[in-house]
């Protein structure tokens, strides 16, 4: 089992910046991937950023050039570094971690409005 713990949410005016975090503890396996999805109102959850196992990353286009996501394997953790935020940018943002089997986060509500 691997738990995940997500941080950083919060309420930023159009413009800002937000730094999630999202710690991974249990049975880590040597090899995994983590992403972050995000589900606004009303809306499919959807992919925001993704790193793989080798460090190849991945972005939704609606995010590219403001959000870099990187990971710390030593702790293990990722972080999405969140530039630039727009309105639309709103959602509940979730931590994915996947080796064999997938893992999912609470979730970390973002609020971007002035």
């Known amino acids: 089992q691997v738990q995940l713990v997500e941080s950083g949410g919060g309420l930023v005016q159009p413009g800002g910046s937000l730094r999630l975090s999202c710690a991974a503890s249990?049975?880590?396996?040597?090899?995994?991937?983590m992403g972050w999805y995000r589900q606004a109102a009303g809306k499919q959850r959807e992919l925001v950023a993704f790193v793989s196992e080798d460090g190849t990353t991945d972005y939704a286009d609606s995010v590219k050039g403001r959000f870099t996501i990187s990971r710390d394997n030593a702790k293990p953790t990722v972080y999405l570094q969140m530039n630039r935020l727009k309105p639309e940018d709103t959602a509940v943002y979730l931590c994915l971690y996947s080796d064999h089997k997938e893992y999912w986060g609470q979730g970390t509500q973002v609020t971007v409005s002035s």
């Open positions: 249990g049975t880590i396996f040597s090899t995994y991937a």
